[in-house]
């Protein structure tokens, strides 16, 4: 993988800024001649110039790592990456814990966080780092755990600038100890450490301008653990106090806040000796200007300080001195010193405040004024007093005030160590460090080179260790790796402390006379030019440059060498030690033990003490040395402090700031150690669930995940260079599982798109389908309307055109003959006037008439045949143009498949027509023609019949040969049956001989015993024992050897038995062959094999399948043989096409009918009764050896076989039978129909088609049938599996009836039974199984008897005696509790009070919770108190309060004793709210009475009024109840997150992301007393709660309380889960939402199984299942009001962080927008306004709901109560 291969366009990268320190940029082209473009997300451009790879800039993660808990599993390590990664936490995620390798980095965010309460320290009980979100108390278990498992002492460094939080952060550690190490309660020292944190906070720690509880001093802290790790003690070392803060403050800063607090006390009254006032009128508090703290109560806190101080063993006197000293030092300040004559100072002698540091302190007000003033010189043997000027006086007076407070404060701390101390040596111990980080200012002084110097310390220590853990992983790995090179800052070191380094030249420089800070600053100059960390500014003389390992910075020499000798005046010190006040006394008077790290030197008199003081610097030294010992001694563990912003604004990141603290306190350091060497790390099957998409399915070998996963790096990466394989995990360099993630995002896309593809194309697919077929349905209906239409206007127009053609006619016709008509009228008068007129022209007139006439005719001739030929023309042209388009209609549904459908289906209807013609054609023959062709139909069936007749004969002929092979056959069979007898009869004989042999030997060897005991004599015993021994073996090998053979006998008959099996199976065979003839293909033998019993109830084994290997026969033609069923369907094919219809006489008849002789039927009925006999044969040998399960399952699946051959061989005859008829039927049809002509009825094939089609539908019923079979078989198994649940169900049922009997109404003894029935079903299934396993094998063992009896008979030893007389047994009676009553008891108990402790011993202390379940529920109580009503009825009242007494003190013993036990405790529980209820039922009280009955009423207690040992009872109850809870819950426990957050029952769900690549190093990997496989933790606890559930109810629980105990039980599993999901970001996705929610409904069904839904039990589940559904949830703007509807059972703090942790398990899914988190909170502030009990983040899994025991009277009559005798309680007596 090449640089060019990351540097393309899209890649994210990050830019240098000024302002943003790193700004994202994204390439909008690949990478190419050292330009790199990038855009901005403003939209702003930019072409970076780079001059090679390296320069590069860094490569952003992929989005799904962002927000990471450990900054090591970062594919890409560099300081954007870190820098980016927290603040996406810090800011986004509300997340101030971080983990980076083996260090902790805190941000302090500057507002309360909920997470530190008990539940939390809870949760993080037991998980290793790592498990759970980052979090300081992870540090401290991981700590903790450290110890416990490699036995060796740790230490917690937390470190940081002012302001980070380091403080808080180790008081945090701090008390997490002090709650899990539990210790004892009257030492009380986690309250005792605890309560030092008030202290130390009011002397060291003041308000800074980067910090309101800054810590002015560095502490380490050791925690003394015990061999039981319990905290035995502690100790406190101190280093560095700031005392120029006591007498000078910066602005905006406060002094230490113990000062304030004595301020505020006085202003409230308090303290008035002190003369104290408000605080801006003292000079040492008000120089800050800055006097209050937001949100602190110093009046509140003192009051805390002093509590703290008396828990510590500091009494009031003593705290009185304290405050005096402090209230000094405060008066002390306001001292004015005035200037006097010259260069003198002076103190008028009116300064009241002098006055009251006098009385305070206990000194002497003018020596103390006088030496304020004035210092002391010793000049050989003179001594000079000599004034101070007011400066010199101002810094002597400030010099006192801040030795007074560092000689207090290292006091305080001596007493604090001395209350800690503990008695004998500790064990072990964990140290917390909390120590100031790196610091640079503007000005930099002495505090701050010691503070630097301190980290240059630490971060060595630090280096090297992270450099250990980094390759002893790689060793234990064993890969091979280089030397990782990493900063060391040894030189710097080298620099400060050695030789003529730099505080040895301070120390010389303050041993001269006159040293001065710009020498000694000139020496520096000189000597330490040579160190390349040292360097000297280019404008400045006074100043130096060391390079630390965090920055370059620049120290002020000013104030260097007084701070270091830290001297304060003799004759000062003298007055302090001759005070009144002891403590004042004792502080200055005291020797010195050790070097404490604020001791200060007093100017000396002398020489001699000169040279034995030593300075700060030389101190601070040492003290870092020992304190550099001390933790290399111990395993450490870091923890860094970050200040986010120097406005101390809540959860505000200011990445310059950041970057800067994060390059001082080693964070950067350790990433780039990780980075060096292979930070990215997977185990086998991590990296092979997330990459499996990477690799084809050839390359995968589940067995051996590493070659799978070698070859997926290998199609990957091809640089080798680039990863490692280990012994267990893979190690990947930077950027590689970036880089495998792109190819894998880019697998998923391709995937995606693919998926996207087919499914777009389906679903488009289908639209066009839809549409298309609605188009052509549409088309089609439309076109036919249309034709439809158009043909109708054909017609139509047809019928007009004939219409009008003749209507016109008619119209020409009817015109033509009226003109005729009328001219011939006209005419004829006229021709009549013109004979009368002009006779004389009659002739001429009349032959022009006969000529118009014959004219006329011709032409009306000639224009009507015109016509009528016109007329016809058109009429043809129309009829052929409408016959031309019939026809092509009818062409184009000629060659439609429906018109060939048509014509098919006319088949029939064809031939139906053809038989009419033919027997109408038959008919017009006539009588002749029949009776001759019924003469030769007769001759035909003659000369078929006299050849059935040869067939017959021969057949007889066979039959006979058949007859006698079986009769031979039955024989041998018999002769083996008598054999095998033989062979058992002797095998009995044997084994009886053997028995009663042994029992002889037995006999003789006591015998002999005994007589060699007599006689004493140790050598016959030695030699009667070696014969015993050599016979006993002699016999014992002749056993054998009998048994051997017997065996082997056996083995041979089963053999020749299996032979003659197999030999009768050919035989049958051959005989079916030979009944069925040339009949049929398939025959009686083989219609069935193995392959076609399927059907059969039972498998063959695989070591007895060979023994049937000869029933399998070669030519299958059977059904379920495929080849068989192929050439069926082809041989039926031919043999309907072959058939000859025309031809009868040929005699084909015989391969249709099957002849059934009479003698074919006496043959199979003997068959039938040899197969009997066999069976009989088979059952005895299988009785013979019931133990021989083999053989049993071998015969039954025998016998199965069997039975399915011959369920099969009658339905292939009855097939054949049916088959036959069918054919003679058909053929007798078609020659009496149509005689010769017999062909026309299969013209075109269509009889063998319609056969096919018959075959194959008759083939698909077949596969119906079995797939019905299988169906049925299928349900049949349901059913079973069904009644063996409701069978179970039955049960458990019947004992909860009999758990509830008691509660109901009824007659006594049926009450009474009832609950017997409890004590007796368990007993009576038990019992009913054994003697059904006795039954059966009494009657085998009958069997065996019987055949040895028979066999004894036959070989004549007599009638055997009577051995199957076996006596029955009977069980004696079970033990009653209710018997039918004999007299009238008054339902009590009577006794002597003597016996008393033994009825308590028996009832209570040795009552066993076995032996209590077969009794009546609550039966002890009910016996007790009927004793109590005894004593009640004689009104003895010491005897009733003695019993009472001995009962409740029994109960507790019995619970203390056995605590720990389920059953005893419930059992108990049970009882005593029994006990309680009898007390109020039978008190007398009316409202405990109204269920009772009369004759309860009358035995209510007469003489005590019990009341308040209801109350006693009643509070043991609530007891009991609690353990009980306890004990539930420590068994639930550790199945809550296994079987909850982490069971994966919805396979492929899984989103795992890439969470897994950098391995917590140091952690400990905490191993469970009970490990709990997550896919076996779900049934695990539901087997648990189904067990609790049965325990409480065999013990007669009431069922309020059961439901109260659950309701807490899911409580706590609520509470348990989603603690542990808020603390767990890898849980916090979609796909975990699914599997959560999944697991929470089979609880939810298991309370429905249990009849607890009801009683709102899963009503506790509600958080963990919203927070399930939460993740779940669309979160858009849209979803907002929906989702705070949803979460209504989580409070806001739940569900803002769980919408933090969110984070998808894939970059496919969109991370929740920090805008839509911020509307669900200022949506849910409304919610929050009236819900303070919401305020925390988790769950009180110590809360506990209100116990109740509803009043819950009995209807048992305690007169009808019996003792049973198993109590034997004979010394009561029931009256």
Request: aromatic share 8%.
């Amino acid at each position: 993988m090449s640089v060019r291969e990351l540097y393309v366009k899209g890649a994210r990268v990050w830019i240098p800024d000024p302002d943003q320190v790193w700004r994202c940029a994204e390439l909008t082209k690949d990478y190419k001649n050292n330009i790199v473009a990038v855009v901005y997300d403003d939209a702003q451009t930019e072409d970076l110039v780079v001059k090679n790879d390296e320069e590069l800039p860094p490569l952003r993660n992929p989005d799904i790592l962002i927000g990471e808990n450990d900054l090591t599993s970062l594919s890409y390590l560099h300081e954007p990456a870190v820098l980016y990664n927290l603040q996406v936490r810090f800011c986004n995620q509300n997340a101030i814990y971080t983990y980076c390798g083996i260090v902790l980095v805190a941000i302090n965010p500057y507002d309360e966080m909920p997470i530190y309460g008990p539940d939390t320290i809870s949760a993080y009980r037991g998980h290793s780092m790592g498990d759970l979100d980052p979090h300081i108390f992870a540090v401290a278990e991981e700590a903790f755990t450290q110890m416990e498992r490699e036995n060796k002492d740790q230490s917690i460094i937390v470190s940081g600038e002012s302001g980070a939080g380091k403080t808080v952060s180790a008081k945090y550690a701090m008390r997490y100890f002090a709650t899990i190490s539990g210790s004892d309660s009257e030492t009380q020292i986690e309250k005792k450490i605890l309560a030092s944190n008030p202290i130390m906070e009011a002397i060291g720690n003041a308000k800074t301008t980067r910090n309101d509880n800054s810590s002015r001093f560095g502490k380490y802290i050791e925690l003394d653990f015990t061999p039981s790790y319990s905290i035995m003690g502690a100790n406190m070392r101190t280093y560095l106090l700031e005392k120029s803060r006591v007498v000078f403050q910066a602005p905006d800063e406060r002094n230490y806040h113990i000062f304030y607090q004595l301020c505020s006390a006085a202003e409230q009254g308090k303290l008035p000796h002190l003369k104290l006032s408000h605080q801006d009128n003292f000079h040492y508090l008000k120089q800050g200007s800055s006097p209050h703290i937001d949100g602190v109560d110093d009046a509140e806190d003192f009051i805390e300080t002093c509590k703290a101080f008396s828990l510590l063993g500091i009494n009031e006197g003593m705290q009185e001195q304290i405050f005096r000293i402090l209230a000094g030092i405060l008066h002390l300040g306001n001292v004015v010193l005035e200037e006097g004559n010259g260069d003198s100072s002076a103190i008028s002698t009116g300064d009241k405040s002098l006055k009251t540091v006098s009385e305070l302190l206990g000194i002497d007000l003018e020596d103390i004024r006088k030496w304020l003033c004035n210092r002391k010189i010793v000049s050989g043997r003179e001594v000079f007093t000599k004034p101070m000027t007011l400066t010199e006086a101002v810094f002597s007076r400030d010099a006192l005030s801040k030795h007074i407070y560092a000689k207090l404060f290292d006091w305080i701390v001596t007493q604090i160590n001395k209350c800690f101390a503990a008695k004998a040596k500790p064990y072990r111990f964990i140290g917390v460090l909390d120590i100031y980080g790196f610091e640079t200012f503007e000005i930099n002084s002495f505090e701050q080179f010691c503070i630097n110097y301190a980290n240059e310390k630490l971060q060595q220590q630090f280096n090297q260790h992270v450099f250990k853990l980094e390759q002893e992983e790689y060793v234990k790995e064993q890969i091979e790796w280089e030397f990782i090179n990493f900063y060391d800052n040894q030189p710097c070191i080298d620099l400060i402390e050695s030789k003529l380094g730099i505080l040895d030249l301070l120390d010389e420089e303050c041993r001269m006379p006159r040293g001065s800070d710009q020498s000694w600053v000139e020496k520096l100059y000189d000597k330490c030019k040579k160190w390349e960390h040292f360097s000297k500014p280019r404008l400045s003389n006074t100043s130096f440059l060391i390079a630390h390992f965090a920055d370059k910075v620049g120290y002020e020499c000013a104030g260097f060498l007084e701070k270091n000798r830290d001297t304060v005046s003799e004759e000062q010190i003298n007055i302090l030690k001759s005070s009144q006040i002891a403590l004042v006394h004792s502080l200055f008077t005291e020797k010195e033990k050790g070097a404490p790290p604020t001791k200060v030197k007093v100017l000396p008199t002398g020489s001699k003490s000169k040279q034995m003081k030593k300075t700060v610097g030389s101190q601070f030294r040492d003290s870092l040395n020992l304190l550099m010992m001390t933790l290399n001694s111990t395993t450490p563990h870091y923890v860094r402090c970050i200040k986010p912003n120097d406005e101390k604004m809540a959860f505000t990141f200011d990445p310059t700031r950041a970057i800067q603290q994060l390059r001082a306190c080693g964070v950067l350091e350790t990433v780039r150690i990780s980075a060096a060497g292979y930070p990215s790390r997977w185990t086998y099957n991590e990296f092979f669930c997330r990459y499996r998409v990477l690799c084809n399915s050839k390359d995968i070998k589940r067995n051996d995940m590493r070659l799978t996963c070698e070859k997926i790096i290998g199609n990957m990466i091809n640089d080798e260079d680039k990863f490692k394989f280990g012994r267990t995990k893979i190690f990947f360099r930077a950027g590689q599982v970036a880089y495998m993630e792109k190819l894998r995002a880019d697998r998923l896309s391709a995937c995606g798109v693919m998926i996207q593809k087919h499914v777009r194309m389906f679903l488009h697919r289908n639209r066009y389908r839809t549409m298309r077929k609605a188009a052509v349905t549409i088309q089609k209906y439309t076109r036919g309307l249309k034709a439809r239409r158009h043909v109708h206007h054909i017609r139509r127009t047809a019928a007009a055109i004939k219409i009008q053609a003749a209507i016109r006619g008619w119209v020409k016709r009817v015109q033509y003959k009226r003109l005729v008509y009328t001219v011939t009228q006209l005419q004829a008068h006229a021709r009549g006037a013109w004979a009368r007129e002009k006779y004389q022209h009659m002739r001429r007139v009349r032959a022009a008439i006969i000529i118009q006439k014959n004219v006329r005719m011709w032409q009306a001739v000639y224009h009507y045949k015109m016509a009528m030929r016109g007329m016809i023309t058109l009429q043809g042209l129309v009829r052929c143009f409408l016959a031309k388009k019939q026809l092509k209609k009818l062409k184009i549904e000629a060659r439609s498949v429906e018109h060939q459908r048509k014509l098919n289906k006319g088949l029939e209807n064809k031939i139906i027509s053809l038989q009419q013609k033919l027997t109408e054609a038959k008919l017009e023959v006539g009588n002749v023609k029949t009776y001759k062709e019924e003469i030769v139909t007769l001759k035909e069936q003659l000369s078929e019949m006299k050849g059935v007749e040869t067939q017959l004969k021969n057949s007889s002929n066979r039959v006979s040969e058949l007859e006698a092979m079986v009769a031979k056959l039955t024989q041998e069979v018999e002769a083996e049956r008598g054999e095998k007898m033989d062979v058992l009869s002797e095998k009995e004989r044997a084994e009886k001989e053997n028995r009663e042999l042994v029992e002889k030997l037995n006999a003789e060897n006591a015998k002999l015993t005994e007589e060699l005991m007599n006689a004493k004599k140790e050598e016959a015993k030695k030699e009667g024992e070696e014969l015993l021994k050599r016979k006993y073996e002699a016999e014992k090998q002749q056993m054998i050897m009998e048994y051997s053979e017997e065996k082997s006998s056996y083995q041979r008959l089963l053999k020749e038995f299996n032979r003659l099996e197999q030999k009768n199976e050919q035989l049958e065979e051959q005989m079916a062959k030979m009944t069925g003839g040339n009949s049929h293909k398939r025959t009686a033998s083989n219609v069935s094999n193995l392959s076609g019993a399927s059907d059969a109830p039972t498998e063959l084994v695989r070591d007895d399948a060979s023994e049937f290997n000869s029933i399998i026969v070669d030519d299958d033609v059977g059904y379920g043989s495929v080849r068989s069923r192929a050439s069926e369907a082809s041989d039926n094919s031919r043999n309907l096409e072959s058939i000859d219809w025309g031809s009868p006489q040929k005699g084909d008849t015989s391969e249709i009918r099957i002849p059934v002789p009479e003698k074919l039927q006496e043959l199979e009925m003997e068959n039938a009764k040899l197969k009997d006999d066999l069976n009989r044969l088979r059952k005895s040998i299988a009785d013979s050896e019931p133990q021989n399960n083999r053989i049993q399952e071998f015969m039954k699946q025998f016998e199965a076989l069997q039975d399915e051959l011959e369920r099969r061989r009658e339905e292939c005859i009855q097939l054949r039978t049916v088959l036959a008829n069918r054919a003679h039927d058909l053929r007798s049809l078609t020659q009496s129909s149509y005689g010769k002509d017999v062909d026309i009825v299969n013209e075109d094939g269509e009889l063998a088609i319609a056969y096919q089609t018959q075959k194959q539908v008759n083939r698909q019923l077949e596969d119906e049938l079995k797939s019905e079979k299988q169906r049925h078989r299928e349900a049949e198994t349901e059913y079973k599996s069904e009644l063996d649940r409701l069978r179970r169900d039955n049960d458990r049922q019947q004992k909860l009836l009999a758990q509830n009997l008691t509660k109901g109404g009824g007659s006594q003894p049926e009450t009474l039974l009832q609950s017997e029935i409890m004590r007796l079903t368990s007993e009576n299934l038990n019992l009913q199984g054994q003697v059904d396993n006795l039954t059966e094998q009494l009657k085998k063992y009958k069997r065996s008897l019987k055949a040895y009896a028979k066999k004894i008979k036959e070989s004549g030893g007599g009638d055997p005696p009577d051995l199957l007389d076996v006596a029955a047994t009977t069980e004696g009676e079970a033990m009653p509790v209710i018997r039918k009553k004999e007299r009238d008891y008054m339902g009590m108990f009577e006794y002597d009070r003597r016996e008393e402790m033994q009825i308590i011993r028996v009832l209570i202390y040795e009552l066993k919770p076995r032996v209590a379940v077969t009794f009546l529920p609550g039966l002890p109580a009910y016996i007790l108190f009927m004793c109590i009503r005894h004593t009640d009825h004689i009104n003895d009242d010491e005897k009733v309060r003695s019993l009472l007494n001995n009962i409740v003190n029994g109960v507790k013993r019995v619970i203390k004793k056995r605590h720990e036990d389920l059953d005893s405790t419930v059992l108990w529980l049970s009882n005593t709210l029994r006990l309680l209820h009898n007390l109020k039922q039978y008190s007398g009280d009316k409202a405990f009475q109204a269920e009772n009955t009369v004759k309860q009423n009358e035995q209510s207690l007469k003489n005590f009024d019990l009341s308040e040992y209801r109350q006693v009872l009643s509070d043991i109850a609530v007891w009991i109840y609690n353990g009980v809870i306890k004990l539930m819950e420590e068994k639930v426990q550790p199945l809550i997150v296994p079987s909850i957050l982490e069971h994966e029952a919805i396979a492929g769900l899984s989103g795992n992301k890439p969470g897994g690549m950098r391995g917590r190093a140091g952690s400990v990997a905490r191993e469970l007393e009970s490990p709990v496989e997550p896919q076996k933790a779900l049934d695990l606890l539901l087997k648990e709660m189904t067990q609790f559930y049965r325990t409480l109810a065999m013990f007669g629980t009431d069922p309020e309380l059961i439901t109260q105990v659950f309701r807490q039980i899911f409580y706590f599993i609520c509470a348990g889960s989603l603690n542990n999901l808020l603390l767990r970001k890898d849980m916090c996705h979609w796909s975990k939402g699914m599997q959560i929610r999944y697991n929470l409904s089979h609880l939810e069904q298991w309370t429905r199984d249990m009849r607890l839904h009801e009683a709102g039990v899963t009503d506790t589940l509600a958080p963990i299942i919203q927070a399930a559904q939460l993740l779940q949830a669309r979160k858009t703007d849209d979803d907002v009001n929906s989702i705070c509807d949803m979460c209504d059972k989580l409070s806001v703090s739940q569900i803002i962080k769980i919408l933090n942790l969110y984070t998808p398990a894939d970059e496919f899914e969109e991370r929740v927008p920090i805008s839509f988190i911020h509307k669900i909170q200022n949506k849910l502030q409304e919610r929050a306004e009236g819900e303070q009990a919401q305020a925390t983040l988790l769950m009180n899994t110590k809360f506990a709901f209100p116990v109740r025991f509803p009043f819950n009277p009995s209807s048992i009559h305690l007169e009808d109560i019996e003792l049973p005798e198993s109590l034997n309680l004979v010394m009561l007596k029931k009256v």
